[in-house]
């Protein structure tokens, strides 16, 4: 079945509103593990705008005393990234080619630039030399999928937000068959299929109907349905949909 592995970047965001450390990114990663999430995300950006430094150190010795608990730590594998990565050893790297500016991650990387796959390459060989499983945050293309599995990427994940958008304006059939075309293309590659972005209680078990999805990484609309239900039951409702 597909795993669940919660984002708490969005907590992180409500905590950095003030300086009294409320709520607690720790206790909030915490919950989601006691009722039985598979994974913490985090995505620490250059300017810490939510997932600080420190915190990615606090939540990868939080995650690493959880039994059977996946650490997922994303981003553009910057100088500053590539240091936490190395030091706190994810079970999961996922490279995202976010401009850090950029409000929130919007595309998947372009692997037609050869200067980007140059730049990649010998970083998916040091981390997964250091034993972590690396994902590449991708676009449903195959011609751009065939080329992470060259570059040696273990899984992709899916960039959900087109689906997510289509399936808001219930127009989703064509770009459905666009992602179930991208997740089989990259399973012939050998790779898993992650996804995210978007993904909601609404969305979700469609999706899911693509065979194989192995993990979905879920953060702005499960910390939204927590301020109405909270986190502990948002976090037993998703994992219903995902047949728990």
């Known amino acids: 079945m597909t795993k669940l592995s919660v984002n708490v970047n969005k907590v992180a965001l409500l905590r950095n509103s003030r300086t009294i450390g409320i709520p607690s990114v720790k206790q909030s990663a915490q919950m989601c593990i006691d009722v039985g999430c598979h994974g913490i995300t985090v995505h620490p950006r250059p300017d810490e705008r939510h997932i600080t430094y420190t915190d990615a150190y606090e939540l990868a010795d939080l995650v690493g005393k959880a039994d059977g608990?996946?650490?997922?730590?994303?981003?553009?594998?910057?100088?500053?990234?590539?240091?936490?990565?190395?030091?706190?050893?994810?079970?999961?790297?996922?490279?995202?080619?976010d401009d850090p500016n950029a409000f929130t991650s919007d595309h998947g990387w372009n692997l037609i630039d050869s200067e980007t796959v140059e730049r990649l390459k010998p970083i998916v060989l040091e981390l997964k030399d250091l034993g972590i499983r690396v994902s590449m945050f991708m676009d449903p293309v195959p011609e751009q999928i065939a080329i992470a599995a060259q570059i040696g990427a273990d899984r992709i994940e899916l960039y959900t937000e087109p689906y997510a958008t289509a399936h808001r304006e219930q127009q989703v059939a064509p770009v459905f068959r666009e992602f179930a075309d991208g997740a089989k293309s990259a399973q012939d590659a050998g790779m898993g299929v992650n996804a995210g972005h978007d993904l909601n209680l609404d969305n979700l078990g469609e999706f899911l109907t693509i065979p194989g999805i192995l993990e979905v990484s879920i953060g702005h609309a499960l910390i939204g349905d927590a301020i109405f239900m909270g986190l502990e039951k948002t976090v037993e409702k998703y994992l219903e949909v995902l047949g728990y």
Do not use: C
């Open 69 to 97: 608990i996946e650490y997922n730590v994303e981003g553009n594998p910057f100088p500053e990234w590539l240091k936490i990565v190395r030091e706190t050893k994810p079970d999961q790297a996922t490279l995202v080619p």
